[in-house]
């Protein structure tokens, strides 16, 4: 199963289903392919105007260091200088808070990256999980 | 009438359904707001990598000088280094060539502007104010 | 009410009378709009040469996250890595010190932000919030 | 006569007036020092998003190369590859077409420049040019 865009937008309705589920802040949600570029993207009303940046930075963090970007702020915590250089390497792309979560089929393929920005990071992980478990896909926060 | 993100994501419904219509290569649709930053996008299956930076130039450039991305086209040639340096100074975020078209309400206030990329550029400028007009807005290719 | 650019001279006028009524050291002042985009800037005689990219990384992240700067420090303190890699993601247009005040309306829109630098952050603050009230808008500095 | 905010202020207003009673578009002014830092800056209401970073980049290129932007407009007729090359080196901060007029005193010493955007290039000229020299100093359009 490839990431369509016709899954992808089904990724962010559920996403933004789960938010206002939750009582979220307005979210902002971005979904990458595997080569991190965009496929699909939301920004609901009274989310601040750079929101997409964010969001883009978390999924394109955790495609470009093959975890989720939970895993790189537990490394950030370690060795913020090492995110500090990556981040530039990237030039600005990796957002290293919870959020940027990978997307694997059954077989274990990584196919894409949804990154949410909006509530907490807590919470905008809790959204991009239920969202890609919800399209039949694995979600790895970590 | 505001570019919620209701309408824009109407707008990119509309657009797409446009290049269907037509026969259209797959398209790239991205949607700002008035201040230049993303309300959503879309990349349909088959268009490739980066068609979402080339459609958010389209649209980001026409915002950043006031007009659509044919009129900066009509300027860049006649003075190609102007288009030039003034890519440089948006950070590239300028691509003159039809397809990046301002969104006016019915006061004539400028409420965003999409951008499409991925047919010939004309063909993309069509899809863009087709689906523009379709939400009871005004499209302003120049 | 929307911040016309007579009101952000107006602004710009009443942050650098309260300096001078306060007895601050030199200011720079920059009105940003809702999208982020320069209206009006002034830098007092004796600031130093980029005094006018610090009062507008103030004001535009502000905007970017949809907070005060006073807000983003907070959350710098928490997580340093967190806003140095978001300073990046805006290409270094966002300053974690307080004298970054978002603009609201009486409805409560967003109408722009006002960035100030020269004293201690406090005291530009104190300027900024000083300047948006006079001006019958409201200042949200966290 | 050093260039104080109060001349740098007093130059964009006149050079406003200068624009309003020509009956030109909106204009942007930026007023820069000798070493290319803002002084001052206004966008009039109806400016296009990003009129402050090519008016800026008309003041600054003028300030980099040491001659107006109309120069730098002519070097560009004839090696447009090296206007390209010399913003890229210069992060974007030039804009080779008129409307960059370089303000110098009355011992020939230059102060700063003004950049305009808005009207046509030449009537940006005019307008940059009307304000220094209703200052008592001298404009340097080429």
Redesign the interface.
Known sequence: MSL??ALA?SIITDALAAGQQHGFKPLTVVVLDA?G?????????G????????AQ?KAYGALALGMGSRAI?ER??QQ?YF??AA??TL???????PGGVLIRDSDGIIQGAVGISGDSSDNDETAASTAIEASGLTAQVD
């Open positions: 369509t865009y937008q080569g570029h965009v496929i699909a993207a939301a920004r609901q009303d989310a601040s105007n750079n929101r997409f940046e964010i930075g702020m950030a915590e913020a995110i500090a981040t530039a030039g600005g792309r990796l957002i290293p808070v």
